[in-house]
Each structure stands twice: as C-alpha cells, then as structure tokens.
C-alpha cells in the first residue's frame, strides 16, 4: 500500500489560513490503513483546526470518500464541493492530484506528505519496499528489492560499507545485499548474483502510464 | 598497452606498484594542492585523486588530477557513483582523458548522509560494478553506453576497489572475479590491517586465478596515533583492525607511536612484496602526505623504476 505522513500542523494551518470555507476530505484506502489520513484523521484534523483557527471565523467540513484516485468516488463531491473555497486533502498524492483535477477551480491542499509504497510491519508500523522503478529485479535478488532497501540502489553489492550485516549509513538498517545473499545461499541460487547485472532502465523517469492488454480501444475512444 | 598509462607500464614490466593518494582541496587552494603532490613527487608510480570523499565537497577530481599531473604526478582519477548520472561521467571520462588523464578508479562512493549536504539527492544511477563495464565498452568497443560510436575512444587504465574484511567473506573473492570480468586491469583495496583475512583472500583470488587477469594492490595506512586506531576499528564500517594492532601501538613510548605506526605499514609491505599473486601496494597516508618519502624509503620502495 501507500504509506503517508501527516504534515505538522503549523504547516497544515498556514496553507488554508486565508479561507472561509474548508473541507477536509480523508481517503478510506491507503491512507487510513496506515493511520494517515482515513476519517478518524479527518475528525483529529478538524477538531485541532477549529480550535486554532475557528476565532478567525474559518468553518470546516468533513468528509472520507472510499478512493480519492477514482473518479467514480470523487463524483460524488460534485455537489458538495460548491460550498467550499478550498479543500484539504489526507490522500496520497495521487488522490490529491486526481481531485484537484475534478475540481479544478479549488484550491486543494495536501495534509499529509506521501511517503512510500510499503508494507505493515505491526499497528503503526511501515516499512518500505518498492520505488517503482518499472523493471523488477526480484526475480533474481531473492524477492529483496535493491533499488529500495540498498542506500545506493546497487545492482552488484554488497558494497564494501556493509557492515556486519548492517548498512552504513545506520546500524538498525539492514544491508540488503547481504540479506539477498543469505536468501539465495539458503535457496542454493548464488548463481543469480555470480552474473553482472547491466546498468538498469529506469523507466520511472517520466511520468508513467500502464494500459492492460484488452483496453486499448477503450482507451483510444476516451481520448 | 590499453592506456600506456605509467602504472600500467609499471605492473607490465613486473615492478613491485607503488601508489598514493592525494584529497582535493575544500575550496580552490591550488597552492595547497601542489604542495601536497609536491611530497608525492618521485616517491610513486601514481596517486589517487579522491572524488568527494566521505561525501563532502572539494575541489572536482578530475581538476585536482590535472593539476597533480602539472606537478609531475601520474594521477588516478577517482569517480563515485553517487553524483553523477552516466551522461556526466561519460562526459568527465572524454574529458579527463582529452586533458592526459590515463587511469581511472570506478568505486559506488559513500552514501551522501555521511558528508556535508546529507540533504542532497544520491545519484547511483549505475553501480561501480556498472562503471567498470562501462569505462572498459568506451576503450574496448569505441561505444558510449548507450551503443553509439566514440569519436576517438577515451584509452583508460580501468581501477576498481575490493574490500576483502566486509561480510559475507565467503562472497568477497567472487565479488573480485565481478569486477575482473566487468574489466578492471587493476584493484586497490581497503585498508589492511588484518593480514591473516588477507593472505586467506589472496590464496582464494590466486587459486580462481584472477590474480592472472588482474594487479592487485593491498591498501597500507599507518596509523598515526592510538585514536585514530580506535576510530578505524570502532567507527568506520568495513574496516578490520584486529586488537593485537592496537596492543602493539599502545605499548611503545607516547612519542614513538606515530613511528610506530610506520613499522607496521613498512612490515606490511615487506610481507606484500612476497605474496604470491601481489602487483603492487597502494599507500594512503592520510592527511599525512609529508610522511610519504619517508615512508617509501623505509619501505625500501625506492627509487621509483623509470619505464
């Protein structure tokens, strides 16, 4: 999932400082998984906003649509949104993005910063996983991603900084590649990693787009 | 000759290697920076221009090299992975090359969080083991990375790195053969002071027979002081400095451990200067440059052979 951090709340208060009508819009998915900005964030931001600001005669809104990356979920502020002049939003950044989209004459304003694409470890407890780098490697790395868990994305490690199992730029961060090499040791495929692996193409440089075999036409039509 | 650069001509010919190391200067003290090359003069075959090390800016590697070579010192221009994508240092190998520079030393770099912009965005859009392959492609094919043809080819005497006291031990050798088969002519490898892994290292290297297709140079630090031992041994990942190193330099009179310090580098060599499968050793005196000559001497590493 994608994992999010709310923003400090100083920071959150200043963008919508100037506003009389503030909805504060939570995502039900990624966001309230990882206790970033699901509807009980949205009722903690709320209250925490009126508090400070409620003097200044700003009032809130509140709201949790179930996909702030769907347009079918967002269709369904169609109507709300006129009684606004600005909109928070606690979805990832692609949530944020897509709404500004819908509502292009709002102002929008991101109440989280998006972290990373990760997994739960334990209640509260994140850790990433996946950069998206657009050419997986796993297949060969014993299911560790290097591009995301090894400091410097090696495709050839360990480098000569791991130490003792550990990374160098913090002991409580595991050295991936000493982690792949254990993996496939235990698998017997040290093979794998006896080959160089060539410079890797990073297709994460522009802006991606996915269409899946058989909705090609479709999309052809829409645009 | 791949690059008839000295160092090559040097490990061709069958001399025992001996290179140092230089640090580009925190600013642009030109003045400094011949200085610090001027105790260098005559006393190595080549020295080593750090790039950015431990991740803090100085003057570029590949400047501080040209002004190494105007003071008569072959250079081996380090690049790190780290700042630049493969379009600069493609461009900096062309550069380098066209101003005279002949060998290079393709390493990962530290991570940025170690030095002075932790702030800064890593690069690492290819890996050392990747450099390597690349620099070779250029010299060897006449081709950029990309597959396009070099408009006259940038002659490299290709330079990796190997630390033989990181974990898995068991890996470190079969990582060496990575970097012999990506192209590296030669390997300068992290500071030993573990004599026992290396020899073990060496014995492995030799019986893959790597140490045919490739010269490796040990690195020698002399230590300088008790503390420095102690940082090395504590706080500097993939560094092994065994206890009976310290012993040895804690039990010598307060002022002699600098002097110490150089016994044991100059031991070391002594015993590299035998070891099967040893081309040559790489000296970094850090900080220490003014030490150099007499360490050489000690060494009995001079006089410099002309080739």
Redesign the interface.
């Known amino acids: 999932m994608i994992v999010a951090e709310r923003k400090p709340f100083d920071e959150i208060k200043n963008m919508v400082s100037g506003y009389k009508r503030v909805l504060i819009l939570g995502c039900g998915t990624c966001v309230a998984v990882c206790l970033a900005g699901g509807s009980k964030e949205v009722e903690t931001l709320n209250t925490e906003l009126s508090l400070a600001l409620g003097k200044d005669k700003i009032k809130f809104g509140t709201n949790t649509i179930e996909r702030q990356c769907d347009m079918e979920f967002l269709e369904e502020l169609d109507t709300e949104i006129g009684e606004y002049d600005a909109v928070i939003s606690m979805a990832c950044g692609a949530g944020i993005q897509f709404l500004a989209q819908r509502f292009p004459d709002k102002p929008v304003f991101p109440a989280v910063n998006t972290s990373f694409i990760g997994v739960n470890l334990d209640v509260g407890w994140y850790e990433e996983k996946c950069r998206a780098c657009g050419s997986c490697v796993l297949g060969i790395t014993g299911g560790i991603c290097p591009v995301t868990m090894c400091?410097?994305?090696?495709?050839?490690?360990?480098?000569?900084?791991?130490?003792?199992?550990?990374c160098?730029?913090d002991k409580d961060q595991p050295c991936a590649w000493?982690q792949i090499?254990?993996r496939l040791a235990l698998q017997g495929r040290l093979e794998q990693i006896?080959e160089?692996?060539?410079?890797?193409d990073?297709r994460n440089q522009k802006p991606g787009k996915v269409i899946q075999p058989g909705y090609e036409e479709r999309v052809k039509v829409q645009k | 000759m791949k690059s008839g650069s000295n160092l090559e001509k040097i490990l061709k010919a069958g001399h025992f290697a001996f290179t140092g190391e230089v640090g580009p200067p925190r600013g642009a003290n030109v003045q400094a920076l011949r200085e610090k090359v001027a105790h260098l003069k005559g006393k190595v075959d080549m020295a080593n221009i750090t790039d950015n090390q431990t991740a803090m800016v100085r003057m570029s590697s590949w400047a501080a090299a040209m002004i190494c070579m105007q003071e008569g010192v072959e250079p081996n221009f380090q690049m790190v992975c780290r700042d630049r994508n493969r379009l600069a240092m493609q461009a900096d190998i062309l550069g380098a090359f066209a101003h005279g520079i002949r060998n290079i030393l393709c390493l990962s770099g530290d991570h940025q969080q170690f030095g002075d912009h932790p702030q800064s965005k890593g690069v690492f859009d290819i890996d050392s083991m990747q450099l390597i392959g690349m620099v070779k492609k250029m010299r060897d094919e006449g081709k950029f990375l990309g597959g396009a043809d070099i408009d006259i080819p940038p002659r490299m005497f290709i330079g990796a790195a190997a630390n033989p006291f990181a974990e898995p031990f068991e890996w470190r050798v079969h990582r060496l053969a990575k970097k012999v088969a990506a192209g590296a002519d030669f390997i300068q490898t992290q500071c030993v002071f573990n004599m026992e892994k290396i020899r073990e290292w060496m014995r492995r290297a030799n019986d893959m027979g790597l140490t045919e297709k490739v010269a490796i140079l040990p690195g020698i630090t002399p230590m300088k002081s008790i503390g420095m031992a102690k940082y090395m041994k504590n706080k500097v990942p993939g560094m092994d400095v065994p206890e009976n190193i310290i012993k040895r330099l804690q039990g010598v009179d307060p002022k002699m451990v600098a002097d110490e310090g150089i016994k044991i580098a100059c031991e070391q060599i002594q015993e590299f200067k035998e070891m099967k499968g040893v081309a040559g050793v790489h000296l970094m005196a850090i900080e220490w440059e003014h030490k150099v000559p007499e360490i050489a001497e000690r060494a009995g590493v001079l006089p410099r052979p002309e080739v």
């Open positions: 400091a410097k994305s090696l495709f050839n490690g360990p480098c000569g900084g791991t130490n003792q199992g550990s160098e730029i000493y090499y254990d006896i160089i692996s060539p410079p890797n990073w």
